[in-house]
């Protein structure tokens, strides 16, 4: 297993083993041991499957705060997506980038986001599922997102998918800008 670091602080690609012969191949999804050997000593206590339909299918930008802030060991179990993170941690040096990296069922990547990122993607194929794991678990009262179009982020969603009119939720229509939110992981 090997790990390549992105453009923001913390955030980090995993390349998990795989091992493959002509019957198809097996890896280990998650094994805690090789994951604190890789410095990510996150107690997960809830897995989440989520499955989108469409092509273009937007789901974002989500965070959760306070104590109930999220770290999140996210893979693409079916079809391609992008996924977006922006680092909203007042005091990091990568404060309000973000980056896209693609995971998909070929090239079976895993993405850990840590606390205080916001976290989306949008679907490049159709029938897409995504599976992560969480380090806190769902709180109503501290689940929150930015608006992806948020033109303070300026994440290049269009150079990501051209000419397609992106599916939202009408929860992640209605959610606020960045300057209308008060951060706090």
Not at 115 to 135: C, P, Q, R, S
Not at 143 to 156: E, F, K, T
Request: aromatic share 12%; glycine share 6%.
């Amino acid at each position: 297993m090997k790990i390549d670091e992105t453009k923001l602080k913390d955030l980090i690609v995993i390349h998990p083993d795989v091992f493959g012969d002509n019957r198809g191949w097996f890896t280990e999804s998650y094994n805690k041991q090789k994951y604190l050997a890789l410095g990510i000593d996150n107690n997960f206590i809830q897995d989440n499957h989520s499955y989108s339909k469409e092509v273009g299918t937007l789901r974002g930008m989500h965070f959760q705060t306070g104590e109930f802030a999220q770290s999140k060991l996210i893979r693409c179990i079916r079809g391609r997506l992008m996924d977006i993170c922006v680092d909203l941690r007042k005091d990091s040096p990568t404060f309000l980038q973000w980056d896209a990296i693609e995971l998909s069922e070929e090239n079976k990547l895993q993405l850990f986001v840590p606390k205080g990122f916001a976290h989306g993607f949008v679907t490049l194929t159709e029938n897409v599922e995504i599976m992560y794991k969480v380090d806190a678990f769902y709180s109503k009262e501290h689940d929150s997102g930015i608006r992806y179009d948020d033109p303070q982020l300026n994440i290049a969603w269009q150079s990501i998918l051209p000419n397609v009119e992106f599916i939202l939720s009408d929860k992640d229509k209605q959610l606020k800008l960045l300057h209308e939110l008060e951060l706090n992981f």
